[in-house]
Structures are given as C-alpha cells and as structure tokens.
C-alpha cells in the first residue's frame, strides 16, 4: 500500500497556496530511473482540466513541462478514449491501458469567491489501476503558469524521485540591434522562455548575471561610466546597489553557496587573479597569485572547493582549488582549450566549454578530473548553467551565419537538445535555485 503523506508549502512571492497528497515513488509502479544514462520516455496520458478558463492552458503547460525533459511522451490527445469529466472519480483504466499510458493526469480548475484559482491534479498508474498522487493549489489568476509548473515538479519528483525544475527562473542577457551596435539588456524568464521582463535599460554593457543560491538576488557586471563594476540587484524590489569599485576589469562574479560571498577575477596589468568579498564587511581575500590569467571561478554547492579556468599552463585549462586559495591542481588533461567551468549542485560534475578543431563544445567532468563527456559541439557554444537538480544543462550558441546566440538546454544523456526561444537573441544564462 501505498503510505501517503500531507505536504503543506506557502510560495510567499507567487502567493500560492498548496495542499498536497505525495505517493512514494519506491512503492509506485510507475517509475524512471534517471540514473541510468539515456531513457526511453514514459508514455503519460495529460488530460485537459475541467472548468475554468485556465484549465486547458495549466494542463498544456505541464504537458510541455514534462515533454521538454526528455522523460516523458505525452500522448495525442486525439488517442483519448475515455473523456475525464470528474477527476475526483476513478478513470476507466483499460481505456488507457489500450493506447499504453503508463501514467495519467486529471485536474479541475475553479475560481475561488475571492477571485483565486484553485487547481488540483491527480497523477495516476493506469496498468497498477491506483492513484499515485494528488494536490491542490489556489493563485491568483496571473501566477497560473507557475501553477502549472509546481504541478509538473510534483509529476516529475513522483516518477522520478528527484526534485524538478520546472518553477524556476533564468537571468540572461537580452541582445537586440545591428551586431556591431549590438543592445545588451539584463533580462529574466521562466526556465521555458515565457514571462520574459527586462531588468535594465540597455544604456550600459552587462555581462555574466548569476544568481545568489537562497535569495531573489542577482549579482553582474556593468560598464557604467565605462567604469566596470559588480552589482547586486533584488529581483523584487529593483534595487540595485555596487559591491565595490575595483581597479583594472572585473571578471564572472558568482556567489559563494551560503550567498554571504561573491568570488570573482580581478585583471591588473596583463595578468588576473581570483578574490572573494565579503557581502557584510567589503573586505576582499585574494586566493591565486600568478602572472597568469585566472578567472571564471565555481565554488564547489559544499563550498569547500572552487574549481576555476587559468592559462598558467599555456593555454586555458581548468584547476581546481581548496576554498582558501590552497591545493591549486589542474583537472583537465584533453586536447584543446577549456573554460567556463560550473559545478553542478549536485557536487558530483564540473560542467565546462571546450574549444578544439575549430569548434566549441560543452561537457561535463567529475571534480577530479576523470569521466569526461562531451553533451553537444557547435560552431560557437559557450556558458553552460546548471537546473537545480543538477541533471540539465543550459548553454548559449551561435551558429555559423545566424547573426546572434540563442539559448539551449541539454541533458546529462547529451540527447535532448532543446531550443529555448526568447524575443530577441540571448547570451549568458545562469539558472534560478528552485522557488519557494
């Protein structure tokens, strides 16, 4: 049998509301080990919610959700037998049965007398005829997107067993304009491309926007003033304030996973180096000290390690290091020049840019070194960014001829390669932790 247990979550920001009744995926028929590399899509039945106005569009977006991952195969609707008109009610599980959905999802979408939306879903195991979850979550009407996100991160934790990323966001820079007076704009976006709002203005370059791993905080570079400078903005309010002026050009700041730190790489003379401050007190702590260029640093999601890129060696490689600047070792030992490295909050890959025979790629590592796989090569990729749980990758190309970058994701089987489409050209994401 399976145990059910009541999981109760407020999202303050979205002002979102859940309920919800969890299986246990260890018991649950249905289930994708994920673990295992490359896998065959589960055939899901996602059906169109009853009533509201909203109702088809939730469903749609969680059907997206979940084809986009890789994991999941929707099934033509039009393959439907049986028409849900009360989810509360058992479905007609050999009609599902015979067009071979593995899972279904019903729902129900109604507005509350206060205006809300109440959504509630049920994930069901047609071949063990048993529900496998359910939930419930009330929104004001414009959050119903997020809604639908929440519910996909509920599917996909079901089967999978491992937290989604649906219901998160993406900070980028946005590119408008001729190439050669090419416009670059802050920008941010739910993780699928939709909901995109610009942060800045545009009158001042930015570059390498990352989040802080527990707020609604972003830290940058700018060019204002031709001055170049690291930011923090709060997503929320818009306030932006400077973590400091610093002498030469500052390099791909990032914060320290308890968010009290930002690391980066400052540039005197012909040489940079790499640096943490301290958000609270400004005092800075430099940690290499070469004639080389070190920069792009990583910490590791314990912050014990900080993996980093450097040319000590004669070309672009990447070293790992302990947190306070000592046990400096090289990891990477291929042909070719690497870069950008990213650890992954799961702790257990670096992700990296690697250009070789004319052509960039993106790849993963283990932190020693070992295990290297190349996901996806292209005329010209760049910048890859984790999903908090660690098992996609989002990167930006550009294609030889197309006038700007785009920005893709890619799974850790390197097979599901997906365009994630924004209004103009886009560079430089960097993935929200999940929201709360």
């Not at 219901?167 to 739910?190: C, W």
């Amino acid at each position: 049998m399976i145990k059910n247990k009541l999981i109760r979550a407020l999202a303050i920001a979205a002002g979102i509301f859940a309920t919800m009744i969890v299986g246990s995926p260890a018991n649950a028929a249905v289930t994708i080990d994920i673990r295992k590399g490359n896998v065959q899509p589960l055939p899901i039945a996602i059906t169109d919610f009853v009533q509201g106005d909203m109702a088809a569009q939730i469903s749609a977006v969680i059907a997206a959700d979940l084809q986009r991952s890789g994991l999941f195969a929707p099934i033509n609707k039009q393959a439907f037998i049986e028409k849900i008109t009360n989810p509360d009610t058992s479905p007609r599980f050999e009609d599902w049965k015979a067009i071979n959905a593995q899972a279904l999802v019903t729902g129900r979408v109604t507005q509350q007398a206060d205006g809300r939306l109440r959504a509630e879903y049920r994930l069901w195991d047609t071949f063990a005829g048993q529900q496998l979850s359910s939930g419930q979550f009330f929104a004001q009407p414009d959050s119903w997107r997020r809604v639908a996100h929440i519910i996909a991160d509920a599917i996909y934790k079901q089967i999978t067993g491992e937290d989604g990323y649906f219901d998160t966001r993406v900070v980028f820079v946005s590119e408008s304009g001729p190439k050669q007076q090419r416009k670059r704009q802050l920008a941010i976006m739910d993780q699928d491309g939709f909901n995109v709002r610009t942060l800045t203005d545009g009158r001042d370059l930015v570059l390498t926007p990352r989040f802080s791993p527990n707020r609604q905080e972003v830290t940058y570079m700018s060019f204002a003033n031709n001055q170049p400078r690291v930011y923090l903005l709060q997503l929320e309010t818009g306030q932006r304030e400077v973590v400091g002026n610093f002498p030469g050009m500052t390099f791909s700041p990032r914060f320290s996973p308890d968010g009290q730190k930002v690391i980066m790489s400052l540039q005197q003379d012909s040489n940079s180096n790499i640096y943490t401050m301290d958000l609270r007190s400004r005092t800075t702590t430099r940690l290499t000290s070469t004639a080389a260029i070190d920069t792009s640093p990583s910490y590791s999601p314990d912050g014990q390690k900080v993996a980093f890129e450097s040319d000590r060696g004669g070309q672009s490689q990447i070293y790992v290091m302990n947190a306070d600047g000592s046990g400096q070792t090289r990891i990477s030992f291929g042909d070719g020049r690497y870069s950008t490295p990213v650890w992954s909050p799961r702790g257990d890959l670096i992700a990296f840019t690697k250009q070789s025979g004319g052509k960039f790629s993106i790849g993963v590592m283990k932190p020693d070194g070992s295990g290297e796989r190349i996901l996806t090569t292209g005329f010209h990729n760049e910048g890859p960014t984790w999903a908090p749980n660690g098992r996609v990758i989002m990167f930006f190309r550009e294609a030889a001829g197309s006038g700007g970058p785009q920005l893709y994701s890619i799974d850790l089987s390197g097979y599901n390669e997906q365009l994630i489409k924004t209004p103009g050209y886009a560079s430089d994401p960097a993935w929200s932790p999940r929201l709360e």
